[in-house]
């Protein structure tokens, strides 16, 4: 399974998926949008990056692995 997509560097991809490296070869087959950025770009199915585990948590809504909770109320600005 690959985090689609997986992108090099800082910036984060605000939606992310889990799909089969079957999946990401169709998509790049087909020229998915999401592919031009991804480091599974080009690579074979078996390829795997060096450090997954600690680079990419998993797709669960969460930025960084850290779920961010808003305060409910009005917004105080400066006056």
């Given at each position: 399974m690959?985090?689609c ?5 800082h910036a984060t991809p605000?939606?992310t998926?889990?799909?089969?490296s079957v999946?990401?070869?169709?998509q790049?087959?087909c020229?998915?949008h999401k592919c031009?950025?991804?480091i ?5 199915a078996?390829?795997e990056?060096a ?5 990419h948590?998993?797709?669960?809504g969460q930025?960084?692995?850290?779920a ?7 917004l105080?600005?400066?006056?």
């Open positions: 690959r985090l997509p997986t992108v090099d560097g605000l939606i998926s889990m799909i089969s999946t990401c070869m169709a790049q087959r020229f998915y031009h950025r991804c599974f770009r080009g690579q074979p078996n390829w990056p450090t997954a585990a600690e680079e948590p998993a797709s669960n930025a960084n692995g850290v961010k909770v808003l305060p409910a109320g009005r105080k600005t400066r006056t």
